[in-house]
């Protein structure tokens, strides 16, 4: 029986940063991993996909821009599927071992095993070294979510996989069905498209991405992805697949009539679930809602008074940042601060080819918040002088404002980089920034980080680099 | 478990109270909302009720200690808490439509305010503020937060109505601009720092020392203020008042019919509230922060009350639609609670503009001080029997009293003054002319 003041179950971007910060704050802490360190994020998740990414958009740049620039490569590149996967692996570790140490650093007590609530106050955690039993004052529940299995593609995680298993492919496949077009699917189609993998993705849906993000973002990430010869298939419903003796034929339905698709494997990736089933919660008396979330208040306190629970297990949207600002509030929370969560925008990012972000309400949200008034406008990458010289110049960067005040609601990104440029409109939308505080503020030239204030400036009405009507914009109501 | 009670937040700009005495002692049980103790701020004596239901099991402060605000003034143990404590925070948002009315009585026992205290004793219990429309950087939001500010309606000095970080320690403070976005006055500049400069002496033994606290804090506050931000000047002259004594001596036993007195002042408010109507830039504010001019379409006017623990304002709310009678009544009784120091805060809030009679007591002229942030302020002064030269050669005596109206000059040049003071003679000097304009 160890006894603890925090027992954080979980090690994922949540977890491990709650685990720290309580840490940090004086508390003796615990954090129990079933897995590797890092959880789904550093290890079968946003890290390795991002290399697996990184690494084909070097192949794609070779072949496709270097004869341009006069890089001619003698012979072929030559792709070793396994020491590609093996780096990306690497890459996992290192990111894992740095967990370790942070945690060790902070004399953080981490348990290996799977924990189980047995009551409020205790959990028993089973190893391989048998089954110990942990008690805490307090518990933060950071267990993370799960691929969604379809019916008729059970898991394998060889041939019928989940992200999991595709990011460990250690040989290209030659054909590939990927089920949902959502922002997973569409990151691993890019890369494994990149590879040389014919890939057909079956969405449900109408369009890409749908309801994700800025439908017109999506747009120019279809038009890119349809451009490198991905097959989409949209309104298409998968119904079940059969192995043959080469490969599969997943048959789905679209139009009411059943098409056949040849595949080597099939990625399922509709969608992530909350692995509220799990951890055996009912035994605390934690609430649970019909999703399988576990329902928390705005300090992300559960029912039961001294049970916290924090990123994928508590609610949308599943991403690892929202769980990381949730795991400090807590741990502060806990230390007797007054916090509650309140953020005025989480973040997204997907990593297709161009990626996407975005920051704030999209237009259709503002509209449904009341804001009706709202100056609009984009200002593309290709007038950009650093997406032309990288020779990047799909995309734009899309602002929203309030036509009043012109602060900012909402920037959408598609390009080069836009998850690293996404990080501005975050700060602009949390402070309140009006479009002049951008395009006032000197952005260095030559960058990418241009275009944020060149799209300001457009939604004002007069950016230098594309032509507007003059006076096309409003003047500001008290500049 | 025990349970900490906390002092709540007394009213607006109140940041500690004096223990004058404890309601209960150990061992006692108490229901929730029940009286635990009376504490003295610089505006009256609040009885302050506990949240939650308990047995008293610590008394932390004895009598003439000073309590801040939010610091653990007993503990309960097995407390249980009422329904009552969920509300959302509303009643401290719903008293600042107007503003702190400068020196100010309070409440004693005012069920009202109870929801208030409870509520902020629970502290925090307010919605996460990037989920409103205000705006306010993450870390004012998470200051505002930190030390029980809810900003979530509050209309900031920054541009756009953004909250800063200064918004919200003066909100803390008192002298925030607390606005319910639809028109309502923000309160002047936030925290003002006005020099300190000691006072030296070579004749100690001579002098006594007092801790400048209380309500005399307060009006030497709120005064210092007003003159800092606003350029006063005062127009003076005599008014031939016969008529009005005459229509008043005739009143006298239709009053005692009613039961009460009718003095000068609902007949002078009745005759400003008239003039105001014709020249609306004295039923104003300025608002300094979003630099704007604030038209009021009501008249709530206050009256200057000598009392013994210094000068109060009560506020007879939307006088232009109450009767003479009604105002006298109201008058009688806000003037003796406010001598006894049980006036509510909400009585003595929101004044468009103020009278102040020093005619009672003598002096022939006054030059007051405008009750910030209102933009003027009336004084009336004694009546005397005087001698006059008619227009026929002969001497003759009238009844004459001195009217002043001191006005903010961003706002109302010194003409405009001049007429307004004529126009309100027009009707005080004949008070029949009221008549006309009652409905």
């Known amino acids: 029986m160890q006894n603890f ?3 954080v179950i979980g090690s994922g971007p949540g977890g491990y940063v709650a685990a720290i910060r309580c840490a940090q704050l004086g508390f003796k802490t615990a954090i129990i991993e079933r897995e590797a360190l890092g959880g789904v994020c550093l290890n079968v998740g946003c890290i390795p996909s991002k290399a697996m990414i990184t690494a084909t958009h070097l192949l794609h740049k070779a072949e496709h821009d270097f004869k341009t620039m006069g890089l001619n490569i003698k012979g072929g590149i030559e792709v070793d599927m396994k020491k590609l996967v093996s780096w990306k692996q690497s890459v996992c570790d290192k990111m894992s071992g740095g967990v370790n140490q942070l945690l060790k650093g902070n004399s953080v007590v981490v348990i290996k095993g799977n924990a189980e609530f047995k009551n409020q106050k205790e959990l028993s955690v089973k190893s391989i070294s048998g089954t110990d039993s942990v008690t805490a004052k307090y518990f933060i529940v950071a267990t993370g979510s799960r691929p969604i299995e379809i019916p008729g593609f059970p898991f394998d995680e060889k041939e019928i ?3 999991t298993g595709a990011l460990a492919f250690d040989e290209i496949p030659k054909r590939v069905v990927v089920i949902g077009g959502g922002y997973i699917g569409l990151e691993i189609s890019c890369y494994l498209r990149k590879l040389g993998t014919e890939v057909t993705i079956i ?9 994700v993000v800025d439908p017109e973002c999506a747009q120019v990430v279809t038009r890119k992805t349809e451009r490198s010869g991905i097959i989409i298939k949209y309104g298409a419903k998968a119904k079940g697949q059969k192995k043959t003796k080469d490969g599969y034929e997943v048959t789905a339905e679209i139009n009411g009539k059943d098409e056949i698709f040849k595949a080597d494997k099939i990625l399922v990736t509709v969608g992530r679930r909350p692995n509220g089933d799990q951890t055996n919660l009912k035994a605390a008396g934690i609430a649970i809602d019909e ?28 991403l690892a940042h929202k769980a990381s600002y949730e795991g400090v509030m807590v741990a502060e929370i806990l230390s007797g601060a007054n916090r509650v969560y309140d953020a005025k925008t989480v973040p997204a990012v997907v990593f297709t080819d161009p990626e996407i972000a975005s920051a704030g309400m999209t237009e259709a949200e503002c509209k449904a918040k009341g804001y009706n008034d709202l100056l609009i406008s984009k200002f593309p990458f290709a007038a950009n002088g650093r997406a032309v010289s990288m020779s990047e110049t799909d995309g734009f960067v899309k602002m929203i404002a309030d036509k009043k005040t012109h602060i900012i609601l909402g920037i959408h990104i598609v390009g080069p980089e836009a998850s690293n440029l996404i990080s501005e409109a975050v700060l602009a939308v949390e402070m309140g920034a009006r479009l002049e505080d951008i395009a006032l503020s000197i952005h260095p ?32 109501a008290h500049a | 478990m025990a349970t900490d009670v906390k002092l709540p937040e007394l009213g607006e700009g109140v940041t500690e109270g004096e223990l004058v005495k404890w309601t209960v002692k150990v061992c006692d049980v108490v229901k929730a909302d029940q009286t635990v103790a009376e504490i003295m701020t610089d505006k009256a004596t609040v009885e302050v009720p506990s949240p939650v239901a308990g047995t008293v ?45 400068p020196p100010v009585a309070t409440p004693a026992n005012n069920t009202a305010r109870s929801s208030t205290m409870n509520m902020s004793a629970a502290s925090g219990i307010y919605p996460p503020v990037a989920d409103s429309r205000v705006l306010a950087t993450p870390a004012t939001r998470r200051l505002a937060r930190e030390i029980g500010v809810d900003i979530n309606e509050m209309s900031g000095s920054g541009l756009a109505g953004r909250v800063t970080r200064e918004d919200v320690i003066s909100a803390k403070g008192g002298t925030a601009s607390l606005g319910s976005g639809s028109g309502a006055v923000s309160a002047g500049s936030p925290s003002m720092n006005f020099p300190k400069p000691a006072y030296t002496t070579t004749n100690a033994q001579a002098e006594e020392r007092v801790d400048l606290v209380g309500i005399r804090k307060k009006i030497a506050q709120n005064l210092q203020m007003s003159k800092a931000i606003i350029p006063h000047f005062t127009l003076m002259d005599e008014a031939d008042v016969t008529q009005l004594v005459a229509m008043r001596e005739s009143l006298k036993d239709f009053a005692e019919k009613n039961q009460t007195k009718i003095t000068y002042l609902p007949i ?8 105001m109507k014709e020249f609306p830039q004295f039923n104003a504010s300025i608002d300094d922060a979003a630099s704007q001019i604030v038209y009021k379409k009501y008249f709530n006017i206050g009256f200057a009350a000598d009392t013994p623990n210094g000068l109060v304002v009560p506020v007879i709310k939307n006088a232009d639609q109450k009767t003479i009678l009604e105002i006298s009544k109201e008058i009688i009784d806000l003037s003796k609670r406010a001598r006894d120091g049980k006036l509510k805060i909400d009585e003595m809030k929101g004044g468009t503009i103020t009278i102040t009679n020093i005619g009672s007591v003598g002096g022939t002229y006054a030059t007051p001080i405008i009750n910030h942030p209102e933009v003027a302020i009336l004084g009336m002064y004694k009546i005397q029997d005087k001698p006059i030269l008619k227009a026929d050669g002969s001497i003759g005596f009238i009844k004459a009293m001195n009217y002043t109206v001191t006005a903010d000059h961003r706002l109302i040049d010194g003409a405009v003054a001049a007429y307004f003071l004529k126009s309100f003679f027009s009707k005080i000097q004949n008070p029949g002319v009221l008549m006309m304009g009652m409905s």
């Open chain 1, 5 to 7: 003041d925090v027992v």
């Open chain 1, 161 to 163: 996989c989940s992200s």
């Open chain 1, 203 to 211: 969405e449900a849906n109408t369009s890409l991405l749908s309801g």
């Open chain 1, 291 to 318: 999703r399988g979330f576990v329902k928390v208040d705005a300090k992300r306190r559960t029912n039961i008074p001294h049970i916290f629970a924090i990123g994928d297990i508590c609610g949308q949207p599943m």
């Open chain 1, 445 to 476: 030239h030559p960058t990418l980080g241009e275009t944020m204030m060149e799209a300001a400036e457009a939604t004002l009405g007069h950016a230098i680099h594309i032509i507007q009507k003059p006076l096309a914009g409003t003047k500001p």
């Open chain 2, 57 to 101: 099991k610590e008394l932390k402060f004895k009598k003439g200690d000073v309590i801040k605000v939010e610091s653990v003034m007993l503990t309960l143990s097995g407390a249980t808490y009422g329904t009552a404590t969920t509300t959302a925070p509303v009643a401290s948002k719903a008293a600042s439509n107007g503003h702190t009315a």
């Open chain 2, 268 to 275: 002078v408010m009745k005759a400003l509230i008239a003039t």
